[in-house]
C-alpha cells in the first residue's frame, strides 16, 4: 500500500526500498527475512500498543552476530513500550544506515523501482506523485453544501424569532429583511452562473490571444512587417496575395537583398532553425523556473483533477500565466504540436483561480469541480471553434461527475467563450473555426470500403503512436533526460525544422495545412492554391510522396514532441498525419474513378449522367484526420461533433460517425487505454477510469492494509499527548476510532484532530483524556459547558467523528469495492472482520490495484538516508478543512512548486 490517506508502506518482502519512503521520525525495522538490520541493535525494542510506539537503543555499537541469532529468534519485530515520545541514539541509526546502504537498501537513483508480488513496480517519481497528491470525499463534500444552505436558512428563522422577542417585528421591518434574504439566496444560486459567464470571457479571451500570438511567432521565423512591426503576415497582407505584399520583408531581404538565392536561402534555413531553437528553449526556460505544471497537455492532469484528486499548483494562477505565454512560444516554434490540449487547461486555470472570489466554490471542493468542467467545456469550445463539441468531450472523456447542472453551465460557458472569441475574430474571417469547406457534396456508398480502410489505419497508427509515445516519456521520466528538459526542447525544435523545412507541406503552419487539405475537392473549380492542386494528379509522384512523408514527419515528431517539458498538445499533429494519408488515398480513389468511369464499382456515379466531383479527396482527408484522432485518444461522439463544427460537413456526419467507432475498435483491440490515462499512469496519479470494469477475482483481504499496522483512536485511555506522539509520527490523513476489541465507532481525520487541540490549547494539558461522546464525560464524573468541547480534563470530540464510514467485509470482491470508490467518490473504505476492524482500503490503493498490480505493503516505521536532501520528501495534509489545498499557489522554489 501506497498511500498519504491512511498509511506508507514498503513491501516487507523485498530488499529494495525506496528513498521517497523514509522519514525521520521512525526507525526501519523489518522482520526475520531482513537479519541485515541487525545493527540497528540487540536490545533495541519496539512496542505498539493502541497510544504510542516507542524506541529505545541502549547501546550504540552490538556485535552483529548477537543480533542476528536475536533477530531470527522471531518471525516478526515485537514492540513494547508507553505513550510517551519517541526517542532514538543518533549514532546507532547511522551505523544501521550504513549497513542498510551496503545491503542495498538505499540505491541513491532517483528512478529507483519499488516491486511488489505481482512482479510490476512503481518508480520513484510515481510514488511522490501518490504521496504528494490527495484526494476528496465527494459525499463528505455534498454534505457541507447542503449544511451550508441549511444553516443559512436556520440563520434567518433565528433572525426572525429574535425580533419578534423583543418587540423588533414590525411587518415592515420583517418585510424588507425576508426580501433581503430572498436576495441574497438568489445571488447564492446564481454564483454558479456567474462564473461560468467569467469563465467564457476568459476563455474567449485567453484562445484570441493566444492564436495572434502564435501566429505573430511563427510569422517572425519568416519576416517582419516593415510596416507595423507587430502584424503577422497573413494581416500585414491582408486584402493582397503575400507574392506582391510590399509591407512584408523577409529576413533574406532585409539581411542580404542583392545576394544569390542560394545564399538567401542558406541563411533563411538557419534563420529558420535558430529561431525555433531560442523559442522552444525559452519556453522551456519559462515553465522549468516558474511553474513545471505548465508542462505538457494538462488534459491527464484535468482528468485527474476532475475526477476528485487535489494537485497543488496545477491550476494556479503561475501555472495560467507560464501556460499561455509558453504556449505562445511552442506553437510559433513551429514544433510538432497543438495548442487545444493546452487551451482546456488555460481555462481549467481561469475557472480555480475565478471560484476564489465566492467561498461557496472556493471551500468546496466538490463544487469546484463542477465549474472546472465547464471550464474544460469552454476550453475545447474556443480550441476548435466547437461549442457543442466542448461540452460533448467534457461529459465523454474529462468529467467523471457530470450532473445535469454542470451540462447547463457548460454550455452557456461554451457560447460565451465563443461569442468573445468571435468579437476577438484572431483569424481575421469573421468565423470562430479554423478550418471550413465550400463544397457539399454528398458521399457514396462504394466509398465506405476506403473509409473503412481509413479507419483501420487511424487505429493502428493510433496504437503505435501512442504505444512509441509512452515508451519515450518512460525513458525520458527515467534517465538523466529528465534533468535536461531545455536542452532537449531544443533539441527537438531544431531537429523539427531541419526535417520540415525542405518539405512545401510542413514548412507552413499545420492549420493552414489543414485548412488546404480539407477544402480540396481536386477539381478546378474549387481548389485555389497551386500547391494543393498538384496533390490532386496522382502521376506527380513528387508531390505525392511528399504528401506520404509529411504524415509520416508528423507521426514521428509528435511522438518526441508530446511530453516535452513545455505546453504541448497532440489534436492538430494527429489531425494533420490524418488528413495526409487521408488525401493520398481520396486522389487513388478519384484517379481509380475518372480510369475506370464505366466500371460496376463506380457505378453510381452514373446516376443522371453526371460524373463530375463524384470524388473528392479533401473528404478522404477529413476522414482520416477523424480517424487519427480518435485512434490516438478514444473518443467518438465529441470528435464527430467536433469535425462538423469546424468543417460545416453536415453531410458527413454517417461516415464520420461509423470511421471513429471502427478506428475506436481497432485502436481497443491493441491497447485499451487513451494517451491521457497513459501518462496518468505513467505518473502515478490516483485516478479512476469510470469506464474500467474489474473481474471479480482478488477479495478485498488482498490488497487492504491489515489492523496490526494501522494507526487508530481508542475511545478508552487515550490522551492528549497520545493524540500528538500519533499525529508527530504518522503522515496519514484519517483515523479509524475504535472501542474494545475494535469495534468501529466511527472515523476522524488528521485536520479534526488538529483542528480541536488547536482550537482548545488553552484549556487542556498532555493528561487531558479524550473522549467521544457526553455519556463517556458524566461516566467519569464532569460535566460539560456549554460548548461542548472543553471540560474537566476532558476532551469531548464527538461533533468532529465521522459517525458512518463506508464499510465492508473482507471477503467482498475488489470489483465491487472499486464500483464503490467510482459510484460515491469515497476516499477510503474500512473493512471488518465479524464487525470488528480487519483493515483498511483507500483510493489510492485501489488504483496501485488496477494500474500496477500492487497488493497492500505491511507498515514499517520509516527512516530517511542522512545523504537525501529533505525537501525532497513532501508533507501530506489533510485536504477537507485546510484552505492552503486548493489549487492555485505561488512558486516558491526552484521547480515553482508551492
Excluded at 523485498?14 to 528513498?19: L, P, Y
Excluded at 494556479?316 to 513551429?334: D, E, F
Excluded at 483515523?735 to 488538529?754: D, E, K, W
Excluded at 468532529?800 to 469515497?826: C, D, H, M, R, W
Amino acid at each position: 500500500m501506497n498511500t498519504s490517506e491512511n498509511a506508507e508502506v514498503p513491501s516487507a518482502t523485498n530488499n529494495t526500498v525506496d528513498n521517497s519512503q523514509l522519514s525521520a521520525d521512525s526507525i526501519l525495522t523489518i522482520g526475520a527475512s531482513h537479519s541485515s538490520l541487525s545493527m540497528i541493535g540487540q536490545n533495541t525494542t519496539f512496542s505498539h500498543d493502541a497510544s504510542s510506539v516507542k524506541t529505545r537503543s541502549r547501546e550504540s555499537s552490538i556485535h552483529s552476530n548477537q543480533n542476528h541469532t536475536a533477530m531470527a529468534s522471531s518471525p516478526t519485530t515485537s514492540y513494547q513500550g508507553d505513550s510517551s515520545l519517541m526517542h532514538y541514539d543518533s549514532f546507532s541509526i547511522r551505523n544501521a544506515v550504513g549497513h542498510m546502504k551496503r545491503r542495498g537498501f538505499f540505491t541513491g537513483s532517483s528512478d529507483h523501482h519499488v516491486h511488489n508480488s505481482h512482479g510490476h513496480s512503481m518508480t520513484r517519481q510515481q510514488r511522490l506523485n501518490q504521496d504528494s497528491i490527495e484526494t476528496i470525499d465527494w459525499m463528505k463534500e455534498e454534505y457541507r453544501e447542503a449544511k451550508r444552505k441549511q444553516n443559512l436558512f436556520r440563520k434567518q428563522s433565528m433572525n426572525e424569532q429574535y425580533a419578534r422577542m423583543h418587540g423588533f417585528g414590525a411587518s415592515w421591518l420583517m418585510f424588507i429583511n425576508r426580501k433581503l434574504f430572498y436576495l441574497k439566496m438568489a445571488f447564492y444560486s446564481a454564483q454558479g452562473w456567474i462564473l461560468s459567464f467569467l469563465i467564457g470571457v476568459a476563455a474567449g479571451v485567453f484562445a484570441g490571444m493566444i492564436d495572434i500570438g502564435a501566429e505573430w511567432m511563427g510569422s517572425l521565423r519568416e519576416g517582419l512587417c516593415w510596416k507595423f512591426p507587430w502584424l503577422s503576415q497573413k494581416r500585414c497582407c491582408v486584402g493582397t496575395t503575400e507574392a506582391i505584399c510590399d509591407s512584408w520583408l523577409s529576413w533574406t531581404d532585409f539581411m542580404i537583398p542583392h545576394a544569390t538565392q542560394t545564399q538567401q536561402n542558406l541563411l533563411a534555413y538557419a534563420i529558420y532553425i535558430s529561431s525555433a531553437a531560442v523559442m522552444a528553449g525559452v519556453s522551456a526556460w519559462f515553465v522549468k523556473r516558474f511553474a513545471r505544471y505548465a508542462a505538457g497537455s494538462g488534459i491527464p492532469e484535468a482528468k485527474t483533477i476532475l475526477g476528485g484528486a487535489v494537485i497543488r499548483g496545477c491550476f494556479g494562477i503561475w501555472t495560467l500565466i507560464i501556460k499561455a505565454i509558453g504556449l505562445i512560444l511552442s506553437v510559433g516554434s513551429g514544433l510538432s504540436l497543438g495548442k487545444e490540449g493546452p487551451l482546456v487547461h488555460v481555462v481549467c486555470c481561469c475557472g480555480n483561480v475565478f471560484s476564489r472570489i465566492f467561498s461557496k466554490y472556493h471551500r468546496n471542493e466538490a463544487k469546484k469541480r463542477e465549474i472546472l468542467g465547464a471550464a474544460c467545456a469552454a476550453g475545447v469550445a474556443v480550441a476548435f471553434g466547437a461549442p457543442v463539441g466542448g461540452v460533448l468531450f467534457a461529459l465523454e472523456e474529462a468529467c467523471t461527475y457530470f450532473p445535469p447542472k454542470t451540462l447547463y453551465r457548460s454550455f452557456f460557458a461554451s457560447v460565451i467563450a465563443a461569442l468573445f472569441l468571435q468579437l476577438m475574430n484572431p483569424h481575421k474571417t469573421g468565423k470562430i473555426v479554423m478550418f471550413s469547406m465550400s463544397y457539399h457534396t454528398m458521399w457514396h456508398w462504394f466509398e465506405l470500403i476506403p473509409f473503412m480502410a481509413l479507419a483501420i489505419i487511424g487505429g493502428v497508427l493510433g496504437a503505435l503512436f501512442n504505444r512509441a509515445n509512452i515508451t519515450v516519456a518512460k525513458i525520458r521520466f527515467r534517465t538523466f533526460v529528465k534533468r535536461l528538459p531545455i536542452f532537449e526542447a531544443v533539441i527537438v525544435a531544431s531537429l523539427t525544422a531541419v526535417l520540415r523545412f525542405w518539405n512545401p507541406f510542413t514548412r507552413g503552419s499545420t492549420n493552414d495545412l489543414l485548412a488546404g487539405l480539407f477544402n480540396n475537392s481536386c477539381d478546378g473549380e474549387w481548389s485555389v492554391d497551386p500547391l494543393f492542386r498538384k496533390a490532386c494528379n496522382l502521376e506527380n509522384y513528387t508531390v505525392m510522396i511528399e504528401l506520404i512523408l509529411s504524415g509520416i514527419i508528423f507521426f514521428v515528431l509528435t511522438i518526441f514532441t508530446f511530453g516535452l517539458r513545455l505546453p504541448s498538445g497532440l489534436f492538430i499533429p494527429t489531425l494533420a498525419m490524418g488528413a495526409c494519408f487521408g488525401h493520398v488515398l481520396g486522389t487513388l480513389m478519384k484517379y481509380l474513378q475518372e480510369t475506370f468511369p464505366s466500371h460496376w464499382f463506380f457505378s453510381e456515379c452514373q446516376i443522371g449522367g453526371e460524373t463530375r466531383a463524384c470524388v473528392l479527396p479533401g473528404i478522404y482527408a477529413l476522414t482520416g484526420a477523424a480517424a487519427c484522432l480518435s485512434g490516438v485518444t478514444r473518443v467518438t461522439v465529441s470528435i464527430v461533433v467536433i469535425m462538423f463544427e469546424l468543417t460545416g460537413g453536415l453531410e458527413y456526419i454517417v461516415p464520420l460517425m461509423l470511421t471513429v467507432v471502427v478506428s475506436k475498435w481497432v485502436g481497443d483491440a491493441f491497447e485499451k487505454e487513451s494517451i491521457y490515462e497513459m501518462y496518468i499512469h505513467e505518473q502515478g496519479y490516483p485516478f479512476i477510469d469510470n469506464k474500467v470494469d474489474l473481474e471479480p477475482i482478488e477479495i478485498t483481504k488482498q490488497i487492504m492494509t491489515p489492523m496490526e499496522h494501522i494507526e487508530a483512536v481508542f475511545t478508552e485511555n487515550f490522551h492528549v499527548s497520545d493524540v500528538r506522539n500519533m499525529l508527530s509520527r504518522s503522515k496519514v490523513n484519517g483515523f479509524p476510532v475504535l472501542q474494545r476489541n475494535n469495534l468501529i465507532i466511527g472515523y476522524i481525520t488528521r485536520a479534526s484532530l488538529t483542528r480541536a487541540l488547536e482550537k482548545n490549547k488553552h484549556q487542556i494539558n498532555v493528561s487531558t483524556k479524550i473522549v467521544f461522546s457526553k455519556r463517556q464525560i458524566r461516566k467519569a464524573g464532569g460535566q460539560p459547558d456549554a460548548s461542548m468541547t472543553a471540560y474537566i480534563n476532558r476532551l469531548n470530540l464527538s461533533n468532529y467523528l465521522e459517525t458512518s464510514p463506508i464499510q465492508v467485509s473482507e471477503y467482498t470482491t475488489v470489483s465491487s469495492v472499486y464500483n464503490i470508490f467510482k459510484a460515491l467518490g469515497i476516499r477510503y473504505v474500512l473493512v471488518t472482520r465479524n464487525g470488528e476492524l480487519a483493515g483498511i482500503v483507500t483510493k489510492k490503493d485501489v488504483v496501485n490495484f488496477v494500474s500496477h498490480g500492487t497488493h497492500a505493503m505491511p507498515f514499517i516505521p520509516q527512516m530517511i538516508d542522512p545523504n537525501d536532501d529533505p525537501t525532497d520528501l513532501m508533507d501530506d495534509d489533510d485536504v477537507d478543512d485546510d484552505e492552503s489545498h486548493h489549487f492555485g499557489s505561488v512558486p516558491t522554489d526552484e521547480d515553482g512548486i508551492a
